[in-house]
């Protein structure tokens, strides 16, 4: 199965930007998986961010991340990353990656989170103000 392993984390005064990396274990392949972002915030529901359909292609992000946040695919590196910008203290959290098989069908991000059954550990993210 594919194991996923976050990077990238760290702190940062709001306004600021950080890239998070999503290093698979395996090949990913448009064939195979849906990748998406999720993070999850102390005394709150895991959300998701971003995520990749890759029945065609489409880029998904959730309302509060939209403009600021950008998601790709790179799989000569088997590598999914997050661009994150203009970052605030709402978005601080543990961000985590998940893989979902495309041979369950696409799930939008505001489906449970366990929809995605691969998940890495997470990379934490603070943000001051």
């Known amino acids: 199965d594919v194991q996923l392993v976050e990077s990238g984390g760290g702190s940062v005064q709001a306004g600021g930007s950080l890239t998070l990396s999503c290093a698979a274990s395996k090949v990913i392949t448009p064939t195979r998986y849906y990748m998406a972002w999720f993070r999850q915030a102390p005394r709150k529901q895991r959300e998701g961010v971003a995520a990749i359909n890759t029945d065609d292609g489409t880029l998904h992000y959730s309302d509060s991340v939209k403009g600021r946040f950008t998601v790709s695919l790179d799989s000569t590196e088997n590598t999914l990353y997050l661009r994150m910008a203009n970052l605030t203290p709402e978005d601080a959290g543990t961000y985590l990656c998940?893989?979902?098989?495309?041979?369950?069908?696409?799930?939008?991000?505001?489906?449970?989170?366990?929809?995605?059954?691969?998940w890495g550990r997470g990379t934490q993210v603070t943000v001051s103000s």
């Open positions: 998940a893989a979902r098989d495309r041979s369950l069908g696409w799930k939008n991000l505001d489906a449970d989170p366990y929809e995605y059954h691969v």
